[in-house]
Every structure is written in C-alpha cells, then in structure tokens.
C-alpha cells in the first residue's frame, strides 16, 4: 500500500533524493511524435527553467537533472537550515514571486502600514511559507503543475498531463547519491540520444561543462519565465547546481556533493563507454580509486548506472546475487 509522502522524505533520514515525473498514456513533454510529426522539442526548456528558478527560490539544491521525451529525472538536496536564516521580507518576496498570497501580503508587500492583529497574522502566514520554500512536494508541484497547465493549452485539452504526482527514492549513502547522479546524467547517451554526456541538452551534466551552470544562466532562465508570465518581477538571488567538493578536501556540512567534479565526470565518462558499447568490460583504471572508495566493483558499477531502479532498496543499492 502507498504510504503518505510525509513518510517517505524525512531530512532526519536523509536530505537527499532521487525524484522523477512520467507523462500519461502518449503525452510528450517533449520530443518528437512519430505519430503525428509534431515537434515538442521547446518543452525541454520550459522544464530546465522551472527547475533552475525554483531551487534559487527554494531551499532545496539541485544536484543533476535530466529532461527526457516524455519524463524527467532529478536528483536534489534539502535544505531546510538555509530557509531558517532567511528574513521574513525574503521568504515573502521568494513565495510571490511564484503566487500572488492574500490580500494581507499584497498589502505588506505594496508597503502598507498593518496593525499589531494584522502585523501577527502576515508572522504566521510568512512561517507557513517558510516551511513550504522547505518541503519537497511543494517544489515538485510548483514544477509540475504549470508545465502541465502550459503542455494542455497549447495541445487544447484538459485532464491529466502527469502520470502521478511524482516518485521519490531516499539516497542514503554517498555511493547511493553518486549512482543515482551518473544515472540521471547517463540517460539521454543510454536512450540514443546523445553520443557523449556533455552533449546531452537540457542536463545538469552539460551545464556544468559547458559553462551555463552560473547566475546570469538562472537569470535568463528567469526572464523567459516572466515573459511568459509564470513569475513576478522580483529579485531573484540566482543559485548554481550543488558544487563538488574540492580536491583532497574533505566536507561533512553537506555543502558540497562528496566527489571532485574531474573525479565524477571520469566516473561517468568511462561507465558511459561501457553502457553504450553493450558490454561490462574493462573499466577506465583512472577511477579506481573512486570505485575502491564507494565499496563497488568495476561491474557493479555498471549494473547500478545502467539500472538504478532495478538494484535500489530502501535507500540503498542491493547488488550482486541479493539484487
């Protein structure tokens, strides 16, 4: 039986998780239909953007993303300390950004003076707001929902766009969240879409090597979604994918994800190479280490990134003869 969503990501546990969203029955998110010949490739970027502006908005990190044909992937972290040091005025200006609020936010907004009662209530509204710019739910439906409204009026119906809500998978370990990174990064080479990662458009594996992983990147991103007047025009404090830890440094703040950036991108080249070339053959001995690190061998390895969901249990990978 389903459990409730409250139950299954707990910060507690652990702040990082693998989340994905499917399309129903032959919907496109984007792509081309083989069917009709029509084109949906501009749909990528209104994903890419959304999920761009909604980490700087929230307090949640994006560690990669992938925009496939007909769903996503995305792998993120929590972070609620961050929002527990924001001001009031800025988790205001955060939330109407993507809402307008009552009546009694639009006028503390528009610089109204309020009385105590009146100053008491905008404190509780601005705390639940607060936890909402937190939770993981409230990001994925500020994600989804205007996609899906946009995807029905340009195709003229209604109804459901999303499969569900979304799915989520709690990463525990480092080995885990690596894993389930080079997954979400290896999906369009694994599809035929892409001959190498860097090339894969609209992934956060791109955007770190080709340089649009930085402010004035979200800014743009920002600007096409107020042109199509899905954000107010507030000031927007742009917020880069979660970086990579430093050569040879170790961080346990949770700052940083726990590889160097060279290390990782090695890892995901040379388990690219097995995957496309349909073997699980000789990997790259550079990234050894990295492997001897995770407790993984060269083959498990290969297992994991080719197959993350089928060798995922509670949180962990079970590979081997228990997968």
């Given at each position: 039986?389903?459990?409730?969503?409250?139950?299954?990501?707990?910060?507690?546990?652990?702040?990082?998780?693998?989340?994905?969203?499917?399309?129903?029955?032959?919907?496109?998110?984007?792509?081309?239909?083989?069917?009709?010949?029509?084109?949906?490739?501009?749909?990528?970027?209104?994903?890419?953007?959304?999920?761009?502006?909604?980490?700087?908005?929230?307090?949640?990190?994006?560690?990669?993303?992938?925009?496939?044909?007909?769903?996503?992937?995305?792998?993120?972290?929590?972070?609620?300390?961050?929002?527990?040091?924001?001001t009031?005025?800025?988790?205001?200006?955060?939330?109407?950004?993507?809402?307008?609020?009552?009546?009694?936010?639009?006028?503390?907004?528009?610089?109204?003076?309020?009385?105590?009662?009146?100053?008491?209530?905008l404190?509780?509204?601005?705390?639940v707001?607060?936890?909402?710019?937190?939770s993981?739910?409230?990001?994925?439906?500020?994600?989804?929902?205007?996609?899906?409204?946009?995807?029905n009026?340009?195709?003229?119906?209604?109804?459901?766009?999303?499969?569900?809500?979304?799915?989520?998978?709690?990463l525990?370990?480092?080995?885990?969240?690596?894993?389930a990174?080079?997954?979400?990064?290896?999906?369009?080479?694994?599809?035929?879409?892409?001959?190498?990662?860097?090339?894969?458009?609209?992934?956060?594996?791109?955007?770190?090597?080709?340089?649009?992983?930085?402010?004035?990147?979200?800014?743009?991103?920002?600007?096409?979604?107020?042109?199509?007047?899905?954000?107010?025009h507030?000031?927007?404090?742009?917020?880069?994918?979660?970086?990579?830890?430093?050569?040879?440094?170790?961080?346990?703040s949770?700052?940083?994800?726990?590889?160097?950036?060279?290390?990782?991108?090695?890892?995901?080249?040379?388990?690219?190479?097995?995957?496309?070339?349909?073997?699980?053959?000789?990997?790259?001995?550079?990234?050894?280490?990295?492997?001897?690190?995770?407790?993984?061998?060269?083959?498990?390895?290969?297992?994991?990134?080719?197959?993350?969901?089928?060798?995922?249990?509670?949180?962990?990978?079970?590979?081997?003869?228990?997968?």
């Open positions: 039986m389903p459990r409730p969503r409250h139950q299954l990501v707990s910060v507690r546990d652990t702040p990082y998780y693998h989340v994905y969203s499917r399309c129903v029955r032959r919907a496109f998110l984007c792509g081309v239909d083989r069917y009709s010949g029509r084109s949906y490739e501009h749909r990528r970027q209104w994903i890419e953007d959304r999920i761009r502006v909604l980490a700087s908005l929230f307090s949640i990190d994006v560690c990669a993303y992938a925009v496939m044909s007909n769903h996503y992937h995305l792998v993120v972290k929590l972070s609620p300390a961050d929002a527990a040091q924001w009031d005025d800025s988790v205001l200006e955060r939330w109407t950004a993507m809402f307008k609020g009552p009546l009694l936010v639009q006028r503390y907004r528009a610089g109204e003076d309020l009385d105590p009662a009146e100053s008491a209530s404190k509780a509204i601005t705390s707001y607060r936890k909402r710019l937190t993981l739910s409230w990001f994925m439906k500020c994600l989804n929902e205007p996609i899906a409204r946009q995807a009026a340009e195709d003229g119906c209604t109804g459901h766009f999303w499969e569900a809500r979304f799915k989520s998978q709690a525990r370990t480092d080995r885990t969240l690596l894993t990174m080079a997954y979400v990064d290896l999906n369009p080479v694994r599809a035929g879409s892409a001959e190498t990662p860097e090339d894969s458009e609209h992934t956060s594996i791109r955007a770190r090597t080709r340089g649009d992983d930085t402010a004035r990147a979200v800014g743009v991103a920002a600007a096409r979604l107020r042109e199509r007047k899905e954000l107010k507030v000031k927007i404090s742009a917020k880069r994918l979660l970086p990579f830890a430093q050569k040879n440094v170790l961080d346990s949770l700052k940083y994800l726990p590889i160097p950036q060279s290390d990782y991108l090695e890892l995901v080249d040379a388990s690219g190479r097995q995957i496309v070339g349909g073997k699980r053959g000789r990997i790259d001995p550079t990234i050894e280490p990295i492997l001897e690190r995770l407790g993984l061998t060269p083959d498990d390895w290969i297992l994991a990134t080719s197959g993350f969901r089928d060798h995922y249990r509670n949180g962990d990978l079970v590979l081997g003869k228990t997968a």
